[in-house]
Nanobody, 119 residues
Framework: QVQLVESGGGAVQPGGSLRLSCVASGFTFRTYAMHWYRQAPGKERELVARISSPEGTSILYADSVKGRFTISRVNANNTVFLAMNNLKPDDTAVYYC???????????WGEGTPVTVSS
């Protein structure tokens, strides 16, 4: 059974930091590109960051988070992280972990973890 379980979300003041984690199971993690998406209230889901498989040599960020967010992966632990620094109110959203197969059609989503940035 495929699972992606996110954690680490919460409420933080502007300028603060959070580190999101996503633990995967049920598929060969290292063969999947991993992504973080977010969806703010009333808005469409958007890509935040992407890290390639297997070793994460290719990384992509949305312009809005460049220089503040860092995506990383630890294949030994089937885990992908999103370190978020200098958070802004516009970062408020539910953050979702996504895995896409580099070969085949695997495309899996977690349930999301909420992040609220407010003073």
């Amino acid at each position: 059974q495929v699972q992606l379980v996110e954690s680490g979300g919460g409420a933080v003041q502007p300028g603060g930091s959070l580190r999101l984690s996503c633990v995967a199971s049920g598929f060969t993690f290292r063969t999947y590109a991993m992504h973080w998406y977010r969806q703010a209230p009333g808005k469409e889901r958007e890509l935040v960051a992407r890290i390639s498989s297997p070793e994460g040599t290719s990384i992509l960020y949305a312009d809005s988070v460049k220089g503040r967010f860092t995506i990383s992966r630890v294949n030994a632990n089937n885990t992908v992280f999103l370190a978020m620094n200098n958070l802004k109110p516009d970062d408020t959203a539910v953050y979702y972990c996504n895995a896409k197969a580099t070969v085949g059609q695997g495309d899996y989503w977690g349930e999301g973890t909420p992040v609220t940035v407010s003073s």
